[in-house]
C-alpha cells in the first residue's frame, strides 16, 4: 500500500464507521428489548373488533395476565413471550384464541383472533370510559334512564366503553347465543329505541302489578303513528333488566317502524330527522363538547344570530353558547329520545320553560324542495343572561360535569369570582366586578393610547403614524376588555358592533397614514430620477391604496352594523357615478395623467413645445404636469390638455440639424470657392460628432454682398448645450480653413456713384465713386 492511497483511503475510516454502527446497533436491541420484555398491560382498555366493543380490564403479574370484559361477561388470561402477549378469550357460549401487541408508548395495542379478525384498543385513561353515568337498575325507570344514557353516551359522545354498562341491565329471550347474537340483538333493540320519542319520567317505577316481577311500556314515534312495546322483568338479584327478543322479530318490528314513518330503510330515516329539534340539540351539545376542536363552528349553526353581524358571529355567539351550555347542565342530561325527531313538526320545541323566559327550537322554512331548519330561537338567546342569572346558583345536574369556558366573558368571569367572589353583587343592574372591569378597561386604553402617541413622536422618521396608532392601541383594548366583560351583553348587543367599527376606523387611519408616510417616502426617491412615470405610478398607486382603505373600512363597518355589504358596495358605485360626474374635470385629468403614463411621450428634464410655449419638463403629477420656460415662468398645465394638444419634444430628437451660409467676397476666385467648399464638407464629415450621411456643403446663391455657401450638417447629440459646443468646434475650424487657404468672409458693403461734371481728364462722361463703405 502506498503512502498515497493511504491518505486517499485511511483504513481507520471503515474501522470508525464499524465501531459506530455496532454502537447504535446495540443502543437500538437495547431499548428494544427494554421495552418488549416489560409491557404494562395492567389497566382499563377500550376494545373494539368488526361487530363489537367491550371495555378490558387486565392484571399483569410478571409475564401473566388475566382480566374481564364487558359487555359480554368475558374473560382472558395469557402469558408474554418475546413483548408478544397470547392467551385465550371466554364468555358464556363462545370462546377462542388471541395475539396482542403493545404500542412501544403503551397508549395501544394491536390484536387477532384465531380467525384472523381484528381486535384492537387503546388505554381507557376518561373516567367516562370507566364509571357509568347513572347506574341505577331498581326500577324499570331507572334501568331504562342507565341504560338510554350509557347507549347516548357511547354513540352519540363517542365514548364507547360505556356500552358495557347496557348488557347487565339486559334479559336477552331464547336460548343462551354467543357474543355475535347478543350484539346484534342488542343493537337491534337500541334502533328501535332510537327511532322512538318519549319521556323517562313517564316509565313505570314499578310492576305493572302488586307483587308481580314484570312491566310493559309502550313507546311510540314523534307523531304517535307507530308504538313499540318494551318488557321489563325483576330478577332475583333486586335488578330489573329490559327483555331482548330475538334477532328476527326485532328486524321485523324496525321494517314495519319504517314503513310506518313512510321511510325505505335507515338510511333515510337518518337523513329526514338530520333536520329536527333532536338533531339541533345534539349538534349544539357535540358541538360544545368539542369546541376547540373545530365543534365550535357546528355549535354556532344551531343558533339564531341573523341579528348579529357574520364577522361578529364567533365573539357574541361563543358568549351565548356558553350561557346556553351551563343552563342546559343544570335543568338536567339531556336524553336525546326526549326530543322530537320529526323535520315537519308544525310548533316550536319548548325545550325549557322559565317565568323569566323559554329555550325554543323553532324552524326556519327551506329552500324549494329543501327541507326546514331548526334552531334556537332569538328570543331564547336574548334571555340566556337572565335565565342564567335565574338559575346559576342550581347545582349542575346528576351526570353532568363543570364544563370549561368557550368564550373570554366566561373565562375572565370565572376567574374574577374565584378571587372575590364579592363581585358578584348587583350595582344599578350590572355585577360589580363588570363595572369595575369597564372603568378600569376604558382607563388602561386611554393611557396606552396616550402613551404609544407620545413614544412615536419622538421617532421623527413615523412622527405621523404617532397618533392613528395610539387610536389603535387604544380601541384594541377597548375591543378586548367590551368582550372580557360582557359589554355587548349588557348593552342588548350594540356594544360589539359599536367597539369592532371603532378598532376597524382606527386600523384604517393608521394603514391611511402609513400609506402616506410610504408614498411620500417613494415620491421623494421618484424626484431624484428622470422617469416621471416612477412619479405617475407612486401617486396613482397612493391615491388607489387609500381609497381602498377608505371602501374596506366603510364595508367592514357596514357589515358590523348589520347592512348588506352588497347595498354598500351599490351604494359606493352610485355614489362614485355622482361623484365622477360632480368631478368630471379632475377625473378627465386623473386619466389623463394615466395617458401619459402609458405613451411616456417626454421625460423630466425634455425641452418640449406646448401650445405654443418652449419649456422644461419638471413635474408630471396626477393632476397635472409643471413645466419651466425659458424665461423660467413656472407654467402648470392639466394633465386633459397635455393628452390632447400636439407635443413636439425637442428634448428627444436624436440628433440636432444645423444650417448656416458661409458668405465669401465676390473677389474670390472659381478655383478657391471650390477648394473651399471641399474642405468645409471634409471638416464637416470628419467632426467626431457628426452624421456623415447628413452633410451637404454647396454654393447657394450670389447675395447682396457675398458668395453663399450653404452648410447642413447633423449632430449625433441629444441636448442643446452640447449641440453649441459642436457647432463653436467646427464654426472655428471653418474660419481657420478659410485663413489657410486664403479666403476672407464678405460683410455688407455698399458702393455710392455720384453722377454730375467729369473731373479734368476724365472725358469718358462715367461717374466715377467718390467713397465707398
Known amino acids: 500500500m502506498t503512502v498515497s492511497s493511504i491518505c486517499k483511503n485511511p483504513p481507520w475510516g471503515a474501522w470508525l464507521v464499524r465501531v459506530f454502527t455496532l454502537l447504535i446497533s446495540s443502543l437500538l436491541s437495547f431499548q428494544i428489548a427494554s421495552a418488549q420484555s416489560a409491557p404494562d398491560w395492567s389497566g382499563e382498555w377500550q376494545s373494539y373488533w368488526r361487530t363489537g366493543q367491550a ?91 342507565t341504560i338510554v344514557t350509557a347507549a347516548n353516551d357511547a354513540i352519540y359522545s363517542n365514548r364507547v366503553g360505556a356500552v358495557r354498562f347496557i348488557e347487565p341491565l339486559m334479559l336477552f329471550e331464547g336460548e343462551e347465543t354467543d357474543s355475535t347474537d347478543r350484539s346484534r340483538r342488542r343493537t337491534a333493540l337500541w334502533t328501535l329505541i332510537d327511532m322512538m320519542t318519549f319521556l323517562i319520567s313517564e316509565f313505570p317505577d314499578g310492576a305493572d302489578e302488586d307483587g308481580g316481577d314484570t312491566a310493559v311500556f309502550e313507546i311510540s314515534t314523534a307523531r304517535g303513528l307507530e308504538s313499540y312495546e318494551l318488557r321489563f322483568v325483576l330478577g332475583g338479584d333486586g335488578v330489573w333488566r329490559l327483555s331482548v327478543p330475538e334477532l328476527e322479530p326485532l328486524r321485523a318490528d324496525i321494517r314495519r317502524i319504517l314503513n310506518g314513518r313512510g321511510y325505505a330503510d335507515l338510511g333515510e330515516l337518518e337523513t329526514a330527522r338530520a333536520h329536527s329539534p333532536r338533531a339541533t340539540m345534539l349538534a349544539f351539545e357535540q358541538g360544545v363538547s368539542s369546541w376547540n376542536r373545530g365543534g365550535d363552528g357546528a355549535a354556532l349553526e344551531t343558533l339564531d344570530l341573523r341579528h348579529v353581524a357574520d364577522s361578529l358571529r364567533p365573539r357574541e355567539g361563543a358568549v351565548l353558547a356558553d350561557y346556553l351550555s351551563r343552563i342546559i347542565d343544570r335543568v338536567g342530561l339531556p336524553v336525546w329520545q326526549e326530543i322530537p325527531d320529526y323535520a315537519l313538526q308544525p310548533v316550536p320545541y319548548i ?72 363581585l358578584s353583587h348587583r350595582i344599578l343592574g350590572f355585577e360589580a366586578w363588570k363595572l369595575l372591569g369597564m372603568v378600569l378597561a376604558v382607563s388602561v386604553a386611554m393611557a396606552a393610547g396616550f402613551g404609544t402617541t407620545m413614544a412615536l413622536r419622538r421617532i421623527k422618521q413615523i412622527a405621523t403614524l404617532a397618533r392613528p396608532m395610539g387610536l389603535v392601541v387604544a380601541a384594541y383594548l377597548i375591543a378586548d376588555s367590551s368582550d372580557r366583560v360582557g359589554l355587548s351583553q349588557a348593552l342588548g348587543g350594540a356594544a360589539g358592533g359599536m367597539t369592532a367599527m371603532l378598532l376597524t376606523v382606527a386600523i384604517a387611519a393608521f394603514l391611511y397614514a402609513l400609506t402616506g408616510l410610504v408614498g411620500r417616502s417613494l415620491m421623494s426617491h421618484a424626484a431624484s430620477t428622470s422617469a416621471y412615470s416612477d412619479e405617475i405610478v407612486t401617486s396613482l398607486a397612493t391615491g388607489l391604496v387609500k381609497l381602498l382603505i377608505v371602501v374596506g373600512a366603510i364595508i367592514i363597518c357596514a357589515d358590523f352594523a348589520g347592512l348588506p355589504y352588497e347595498g354598500v358596495l351599490t351604494g359606493l358605485g352610485v355614489g362614485g357615478v355622482a361623484l365622477a360626474f360632480a368631478a368630471r374635470d379632475t377625473v378627465s385629468n386623473m386619466l389623463g395623467g394615466a395617458i401619459l403614463l402609458a405613451d411616456r411621450p417626454f421625460k423630466k428634464g425634455d425641452l418640449v413645445e406646448v401650445a405654443g410655449n418652449m419649456a422644461t419638463i419638471e413635474v408630471v403629477g396626477l393632476r397635472s404636469t409643471r413645466l419651466r420656460s425659458l424665461d423660467d415662468t413656472l407654467l402648470v398645465v392639466p394633465n386633459s390638455q397635455m393628452s390632447d394638444t400636439i407635443i413636439a419634444n425637442w428634448g428627444a430628437r436624436r440628433k440636432r440639424r444645423m444650417k ?92 455710392i456713384h455720384v453722377v454730375g461734371s467729369a473731373p479734368e481728364g476724365a472725358g469718358n462722361g462715367q461717374p466715377s465713386p467718390i467713397g465707398s463703405g
Open 660 to 751: 448656416m451660409e458661409i458668405g465669401l467676397v465676390y473677389d474670390t476666385p472659381r478655383e478657391k470657392l471650390e477648394l473651399f467648399s471641399k474642405r468645409v464638407w471634409d471638416l464637416a464629415r470628419d467632426h467626431d460628432l457628426a452624421d456623415p450621411a447628413s452633410v451637404y456643403v454647396g454654393v447657394k446663391g450670389l447675395g447682396a454682398s457675398s458668395i453663399d455657401i450653404e452648410l447642413i450638417v447633423a449632430f449625433l447629440v441629444f441636448s442643446y448645450e452640447a449641440q453649441v459646443k459642436a457647432q463653436q468646434t467646427l464654426i472655428l475650424d471653418i474660419i481657420s480653413l478659410a485663413e489657410e487657404i486664403g479666403v476672407e468672409f464678405a460683410f455688407p458693403t455698399r458702393t
Open 55 to 145: 371495555l378490558l380490564s387486565l392484571e399483569q403479574s410478571g409475564n401473566q395476565v388475566t382480566g374481564s370484559y364487558e359487555p359480554g361477561r368475558g374473560a382472558l388470561e395469557g402469558s408474554i413471550e418475546d413483548g408478544v402477549l397470547r392467551g385465550t378469550w371466554t364468555e358464556p357460549g363462545d370462546g377462542g384464541v388471541f395475539v396482542f401487541v403493545l404500542s412501544q408508548d403503551g397508549a395501544t395495542f394491536t390484536g387477532r383472533f384465531d380467525t384472523g379478525a381484528y381486535w384492537n384498543g387503546f388505554r381507557a385513561t376518561d373516567v367516562a370510559e370507566i364509571e357509568a353515568i347513572f347506574d341505577r337498575a331498581d326500577s324499570p325507570r331507572e334501568t331504562m334512564r
Open 351 to 422: 325545550y325549557y320553560r322559565h317565568p323569566v323566559g323559554n329555550i325554543v327550537i323553532a324552524s326556519e322554512p327551506g329552500a324549494e324542495g329543501e327541507p326546514p331548519t331548526w334552531r334556537f330561537t332569538r328570543e331564547s338567546l336574548r334571555n340566556l343572561p337572565d335565565l342564567y342569572d335565574a338559575i346559576e346558583r342550581m347545582p349542575l345536574a346528576e351526570g353532568q360535569l363543570a364544563p370549561p369556558p368557550l368564550s373570554s366573558f366566561f373565562e375572565t368571569r370565572e376567574a374574577v369570582l374565584s378571587f372575590a367572589p364579592a
